[in-house]
């Protein structure tokens, strides 16, 4: 450690190479996950590297560097402690539809409401849906095929929408 706060950089690598696997094994002990572990590897290993210049060459480097890690693990123990209290799991069950069936069912329910509603569009409203909604198409590619300006195809997929909205919605409820 002294070579390296003097500036060797073969000093250096050859001391982060040494301590890497015992930063790893005292990691180990505190995580299980060796994406944890890993993340509290490179946690004590750039504090060593922020902190290099503080270290005392009269004195004992792996008490040192054992301080240092405990630290750090338990920053990162801390810190998993506050993240893992936030969330929450979230499985199958949550879904609203978890099946892929359920959700072709329902589409294909629909799929003739849609179509008459669509064919109570107006031509230009009905040709902005199908280009960008259906097709999947950018504004300017709607543009070039249906002659529209962007701005149209805006105002006239907008209508369009809210129109369709109130017709679906008005036939959801049997009107």
Request: charged letters at 25%; zero cysteines; proline letters at 5%.
């Amino acid at each position: 450690m002294a070579a390296a706060q003097a500036g060797d950089r073969a000093a250096y690598r050859a001391l982060l190479l040494a301590v890497t696997p015992y930063a790893r094994a005292l990691a180990a002990r505190a995580f299980r996950r060796p994406a944890d572990i890993e993340d509290a590897v490179q946690d004590i290993l750039l504090t060593l590297h922020e902190t290099r210049a503080l270290f005392d060459p009269a004195r004992p480097f792996k008490p040192w560097l054992g301080g240092i890690a405990r630290h750090r693990i338990a920053d990162r123990l801390r810190r998993q402690g506050r993240t893992h209290g936030r969330e929450v799991a979230i499985g199958p069950e949550h879904e609203t539809f978890f099946a892929a069936a359920a959700k072709q069912d329902d589409m294909a329910a629909d799929a003739p409401a849609l179509h008459a509603a669509l064919a109570g569009l107006p031509d230009g409203q009905r040709t902005a849906v199908q280009l960008l909604k259906l097709q999947e198409m950018s504004l300017e590619q709607a543009q070039a095929i249906s002659g529209m300006s962007v701005a149209a195809l805006k105002v006239a997929t907008h209508r369009a929408m809210k129109r369709l909205r109130a017709l679906l919605g008005a036939a959801e409820h049997g009107a």
